[in-house]
């Protein structure tokens, strides 16, 4: 739990008196590589705080294909939003890139701690307000940018990610194939040589 707290005191003020209530709204876990924590057509009753690990976040395409849309690692945050805060059947998987050990909270309890710490309260938005932001400059990268450059950019400005995450799930993130990035990368690599 040291790591919720170290995260929690970026952004608010947390006494060790108060984070003792704080975390008992938590429950910790681990989760083996591959497993999921939430099904498509599930309502989402959770958030997920990754104390160690990587999950993505992804959806089934109409060819059938695993389409990533987001991943979490380390003191990152991830759930179906709209799933959780609407209590409706959520179109995403979240799935363990690594095996993990995750923080959970219930939306009902998520809801009391708030209640009970308004600074609380503040953390979330501030880190939503962040998240959201990211999303839409990554929106704002998929229309501009070319295939190679959004790979090249991942890779350079996100190596936390580069380093851990299989090529192909990368790929989906970005919106490319498996193939294309293994042929801009081999490209990369004779231009080097």
Not at 8 to 26: A, D, G, H, M, N
Not at 51 to 66: A, P, R
Not at 139 to 160: D, N
Request: aromatic share 16%; with cysteine; charged share 25%.
């Amino acid at each position: 739990m040291k790591e919720l707290l170290k995260h929690l005191r970026e952004y608010i003020s947390v006494s060790e008196k108060e984070f003792q209530q704080i975390e008992t709204y938590f429950e910790c876990f681990e989760v083996k590589k591959k497993q999921n924590l939430n099904s498509f057509k599930n309502i989402s009753n959770y958030n997920f705080f990754v104390v160690q690990g990587c999950l993505h976040m992804y959806f089934i395409n109409e060819k059938g294909e695993n389409q990533s849309v987001q991943f979490a690692i380390e003191n990152w945050w991830i759930t179906d939003l709209l799933s959780l805060h609407r209590n409706k059947e959520s179109v995403f998987y979240i799935q363990a890139v690594e095996n993990c050990r995750i923080l959970s909270i219930s939306k009902k309890n998520q809801e009391k701690l708030l209640a009970e710490f308004p600074k609380v309260e503040r953390y979330f938005r501030i880190i939503y307000q962040i998240a959201l932001g990211a999303s839409l400059y990554r929106i704002k990268f998929l229309y501009q940018a070319s295939k190679a450059e959004r790979y090249f950019h991942f890779i350079k400005h996100h190596p936390e990610f580069a380093q851990r995450i299989p090529q192909y799930l990368i790929a989906s993130f970005l919106g490319l194939t498996p193939e294309y990035v293994s042929e801009i990368r081999t490209k990369a690599f004779l231009k080097q040589v």
